[in-house]
């Protein structure tokens, strides 16, 4: 079934979309969107069930093979990253747009990192994401003059107790997202990014569990969890040529939660 959307028919029409991470959550519903709206879209990841149940899904949609490619990748590996992009250039002669969804982390008490476990996550969240990023840049969108990035990074403006590794690849993200929106505007690419909220419900926060998950949504204003597809939305105008004055921003997508306090501290109002 094709999933709802409140864009222009045909917005992505002869356009090309990479997903990281494209094989669940965010990057899925994405992916699914960009697809309905006309993109050509190649997905990646590194577990190829979730690629494998991501093709069925896109495929349910009514996305033909002939507009989809979804392959396995580790973004932390450059030699994957520029094989994998030249892949979808091969078949598909260009890349108008970028959202790296793709990163992971586990939490820990800053004292209980390991240098190697601290390494691994920004090298996930924070190489992987320049990896893909430069490879997809210098190869399709400077050449072309045209291309919009997205990058997915984490409600991290506050710190992000319990997640110090990521929270500091985050940060790398967004200043780099800043970095590039400047000097690659003269290219014609503009470079944002989305900053999902803990209070997202998707395939990367329900392996947290259901205590902080209702946690998250206590200490949220609007009472509720986020889907993964009120974040496809933002992501998806973002990348779309509809957004042309906006680069260098940093979106947060979070039902207002960090202007209230203490994510894990905030009691709730009585009756609410």
């Given at each position: 079934?094709?999933?709802?959307?409140?864009?222009?028919?045909?917005?992505?029409?002869?356009?090309?979309?990479?997903?990281?991470?494209?094989g669940?959550?965010?990057?899925?519903?994405?992916?699914?969107?960009?697809?309905?709206?006309?993109?050509?879209?190649?997905?990646?990841?590194?577990k190829q069930?979730?690629?494998?149940?991501a093709?069925?899904?896109?495929?349910?949609?009514?996305?033909?093979?002939?507009?989809l490619?979804?392959?396995?990748?580790?973004?932390?590996?450059?030699?994957?990253?520029?094989?994998?992009?030249?892949?979808?250039?091969?078949?598909?002669e260009?890349?108008?747009?970028?959202?790296?969804?793709?990163?992971?982390?586990?939490?820990?008490?800053?004292e209980?990192l390991?240098?190697?476990?601290?390494e691994?996550?920004?090298?996930?969240?924070?190489?992987?994401?320049w990896?893909?990023?430069?490879?997809?840049?210098?190869r399709?969108?400077?050449?072309?003059?045209r291309?919009?990035?997205?990058?997915?990074?984490?409600?991290?403006?506050?710190?992000?107790?319990?997640?110090?590794?990521?929270?500091?690849?985050?940060?790398?993200v967004?200043?780099?997202?800043?970095?590039?929106?400047?000097?690659?505007?003269?290219?014609?690419?503009?470079?944002?990014?989305?900053a999902?909220?803990?209070?997202?419900?998707?395939s990367g926060?329900?392996q947290?569990?259901?205590?902080?998950?209702?946690?998250?949504r206590?200490?949220?204003?609007?009472?509720?969890?986020?889907?993964?597809?009120?974040?496809?939305r933002?992501i998806?105008?973002?990348?779309?040529?509809?957004n042309?004055f906006?680069?260098?921003?940093?979106w947060?997508?979070d039902?207002?939660?960090?202007?209230?306090?203490?994510?894990?501290?905030?009691?709730?109002?009585?009756?609410?």
């Amino acid at each position: 079934m094709t999933p709802p959307t409140l864009f222009a028919s045909g917005l992505f029409e002869g356009q090309v979309a990479i997903v990281t991470g494209g094989g669940s959550g965010i990057g899925l519903a994405t992916a699914r969107e960009l697809a309905t709206l006309g993109a050509r879209v190649a997905i990646c990841g590194r577990k190829q069930d979730k690629l494998d149940a991501a093709r069925t899904a896109l495929r349910a949609d009514g996305v033909e093979d002939d507009r989809l490619i979804a392959a396995p990748c580790d973004i932390r590996d450059p030699d994957q990253v520029a094989a994998f992009i030249g892949q979808v250039i091969d078949r598909f002669e260009r890349i108008d747009v970028l959202v790296n969804n793709a990163g992971g982390q586990f939490p820990s008490r800053a004292e209980d990192l390991s240098p190697r476990g601290f390494e691994a996550v920004v090298r996930n969240n924070l190489f992987g994401t320049w990896n893909v990023t430069r490879e997809v840049a210098t190869r399709a969108m400077i050449p072309a003059r045209r291309g919009r990035i997205v990058n997915i990074t984490a409600m991290v403006a506050r710190g992000f107790p319990g997640m110090s590794h990521t929270g500091a690849a985050r940060a790398g993200v967004e200043n780099l997202t800043r970095s590039l929106a400047i000097e690659w505007a003269h290219h014609g690419v503009r470079v944002n990014a989305v900053a999902p909220g803990n209070n997202i419900r998707s395939s990367g926060t329900d392996q947290y569990g259901d205590v902080l998950l209702e946690l998250a949504r206590k200490a949220t204003p609007v009472k509720r969890l986020g889907t993964p597809e009120e974040v496809s939305r933002v992501i998806v105008f973002l990348a779309s040529d509809r957004n042309d004055f906006v680069t260098g921003a940093v979106w947060g997508i979070d039902g207002g939660q960090p202007l209230w306090g203490d994510v894990w501290s905030i009691p709730e109002p009585e009756g609410a």
